[in-house]
Nanobody
Framework: QVQLVESGGGLVQAGGSLRLSCAVS????????MGWFRQAPGKEREFVAA????????YYIDSVKGRFTISRDNAKFTVYLQMNGLKPEDTAVYYC??????????????????????WGQGTQVTVSS
């Protein structure tokens, strides 16, 4: 089975940066999308960013565009989320997830939790004021 392990979370002041990593084992990433989601206390889990593994096409929620960058390293089977200009409202547990892109077409599918069936354990990101 696919295993996802997130790391890189922590405490940072507003305006600071963090880079999250998600190491993947158990399967190659051909025809897969990797996504980052986050869940703040008392809130629903929401989409943050995603990448199509084969093409490198990226997707972002509007609130993080220009601040966050998702990328992947094929050789290391790792996906990253570089987060710059962090804001207190970015505070959440961040989860990486994997899903198949076979048969998918629109960006709405990439941004939907329903596409993803493998999930990591989450890593805490806390942004102080």
């Amino acid at each position: 089975q696919v295993q996802l392990v997130e790391s890189g979370g922590g405490l940072v002041q507003a305006g600071g940066s963090l880079r999250l990593s998600c190491a993947v084992s158990g399967r190659t990433f051909s025809n897969y999308a990797m996504g980052w989601f986050r869940q703040a206390p008392g809130k629903e889990r929401e989409f943050v960013a995603a990448i199509r593994w084969n093409t490198g096409t990226t997707y972002y929620i509007d609130s993080v565009k220009g601040r966050f960058t998702i990328s992947r390293d094929n050789a290391k089977f790792t996906v990253y989320l570089q987060m710059n200009g962090l804001k207190p409202e970015d505070t959440a547990v961040y989860y990486c997830a994997a899903g198949s892109t076979y048969g998918s077409t629109g960006s709405w599918q990439i941004k939907s939790m329903g596409l993803y069936y493998y999930w990591g354990q989450g890593t805490q990101v806390t942004v102080s004021s």
